[in-house]
């Protein structure tokens, strides 16, 4: 049903997003990462908007991805049904609740893809951007072994002047960032910062590529 919920939102919603996003794509590495996902993955990618989801969604066309979405969108209505019927998983921040977390590695044991915005929250103006990243991405990665593909999006949706741009970047594991030695959760905090920085790291790399692009 989820599969079925995401293919009719793909299609039909297919010629809206061409116009509200007018998406322009940008890689790290196309041969190594491109827009199919094989396998088992953990999406990752900083918070500009409540519609990143959809961008990321019509980017990854062919794979479904379930995303960890806050308590507060799945309060609203009719949204929080079309986000259960896509397969949203409902993160409560409030709640010292990790159903979450289960419910991600159940999805990837299963070959699936699960979206997260580690960042918890959309920054406030002002703040440095991205967030710091919540631990809990960290330890999904570092607890399934799954691949995890960073991106970035720069936001810019719903403009006739401008299209929004993407970059996905280079897929790795968490386990190569955690380091030696230390706690289990000294290990998970180095590498949510580490993939902090490659997120970050991204959003720098996009700006050279849209001014290589321009000069071009």
């Not at 999406?43 to 990143?52: A, E, G, P």
């Not at 990837?108 to 918890?120: A, M, N, R, T, Y």
């Not at 997120?199 to 790399?205: A, F």
């Amino acid at each position: 049903m989820i599969r079925f919920w995401n293919a009719f939102v793909k299609i039909t919603g297919w010629p809206v997003q061409l116009l509200c996003f007018r998406t322009r794509m940008y890689y790290s590495d196309r041969e190594r990462q491109g827009r199919r996902i094989k396998g088992p993955a953990i999406l990752i990618s900083n918070h500009t908007s409540v519609f990143d989801y959809a961008v990321w969604l019509f980017v990854f066309f062919s794979r479904t991805l379930r995303y960890q979405m806050a308590e507060l969108l799945f309060r609203k209505k009719p949204l929080g049904t079309l986000l259960r019927l896509l397969g949203g998983i409902y993160v409560d921040r409030d709640a010292r609740d990790m159903g979450f977390i289960a419910e991600s590695e159940r999805i990837l044991e299963k070959g699936g893809v699960v979206g997260i915005f580690p960042e918890s929250r959309l920054p406030r103006k002002g703040e440095e951007r991205p967030l710091p990243f919540a631990p809990s991405a960290a330890y999904l990665a570092l607890t399934t072994g799954a691949q995890v593909i960073p991106a970035y999006t720069d936001g810019a949706y719903f403009s006739l002047s401008r299209r929004a741009r993407v970059m996905i970047g280079t897929p790795f594991f968490a386990a190569d960032l955690a380091g030696e030695g230390g706690t289990d959760r000294e290990r998970i905090a180095r590498t949510a910062e580490a993939m902090r920085g490659i997120v970050k790291e991204l959003g720098n790399e996009l700006e050279r590529q849209k001014s290589s692009a321009v000069r071009g």
